[in-house]
Nanobody, 122 residues
Framework: VQLQACGGGIVQAGGSLRLSCVAS????????MGWFRQAPGKEREFVAG????????LYADSVKGRFTISRDKAKSMVYLQMNSLKAEDTAVYYC????????????????WGQGTLVTVSS
């Protein structure tokens, strides 16, 4: 399983970005896909997750109403649409996969992509 994230960049507060993660190497039936982020000096934290089969989303409270996770099964892609960005959203964002439903715990995921940096300027 390989995951590759992209789409990060520099954006002003209040702006939007869409992160993409291409998943390859196997079928993802019954997998849970997640987005995590890690800001400088902080621990990695859960942002959003989605079940591959049903597309059921799960969000951290800090991003509810602003971020939307989705997946395209045909393209094996997972997306994170980020709106109304804040300075505190600045972090390296990672996509991750696990066999099973979504989880908010990073230790539950055993496949990780490289990070993509999101910088929100205030």
């Amino acid at each position: 399983v390989q995951l590759q994230a992209c789409g990060g960049g520099i954006v002003q507060a209040g702006g939007s970005l869409r992160l993409s993660c291409v998943a390859s190497g196997r079928t993802f039936t019954n997998y849970g896909m997640g987005w995590f982020r890690q800001a400088p000096g902080k621990e990695r934290e859960f942002v959003a997750g989605i079940t591959w089969n049903w597309g059921t989303p799960l969000y951290a409270d800090s991003v509810k109403g602003r971020f939307t996770i989705s997946r395209d099964k045909a393209k094996s892609m997972v997306y994170l649409q980020m709106n109304s960005l804040k300075a505190e959203d600045t972090a390296v964002y990672y996509c991750a996969a696990r066999n099973g439903g979504t989880s908010t715990e990073s230790n539950d995921y055993n496949r990780w992509g490289q990070g993509t940096l999101v910088t929100v300027s205030s």
